[in-house]
């Protein structure tokens, strides 16, 4: 078995055998792996933003609700009859006399 293992490479009109060597492999090998890692990465980042996505649509929905009930809250409250009844009652106004009105004249 010794005499295998020293045993010289053969040679063939200049030419000579040699056992291939591991760097091309080794480089290949990485080349997959940081293809694969970018696959994987690209990936969790595409979950991820599809979950960001998700909450913001769910913020939106209740941004809108939220301003359909202010919008409606906002025509009570600006009803004109409303304003006139806190007007008489709380302010204590009136409508004004035809005498205290006075033309403005140009």
């Known amino acids: ?53 998700g909450r913001l649509e769910g913020d939106l929905r209740k941004l809108q609700a939220q301003s359909r009930q202010l919008k409606l809250e906002v025509a009570s409250l600006s009803r004109p009859d409303r304003i006139e009844a806190l007007a008489r009652k709380q302010l204590k106004l009136e409508f004004p006399t035809p005498r205290q009105i006075v033309p403005v004249r140009r």
């Open 1 to 53: 078995m010794a005499e295998q293992l020293t045993r010289p490479i053969p040679r063939i009109s200049g030419l000579t055998l040699e056992r291939p060597g591991m760097l091309p492999l080794f480089v290949f090998l990485g080349l997959v792996l940081v293809v694969a890692l970018f696959f994987v990465w690209t990936r969790l980042q595409v979950v991820g933003l599809d979950y960001d996505i």
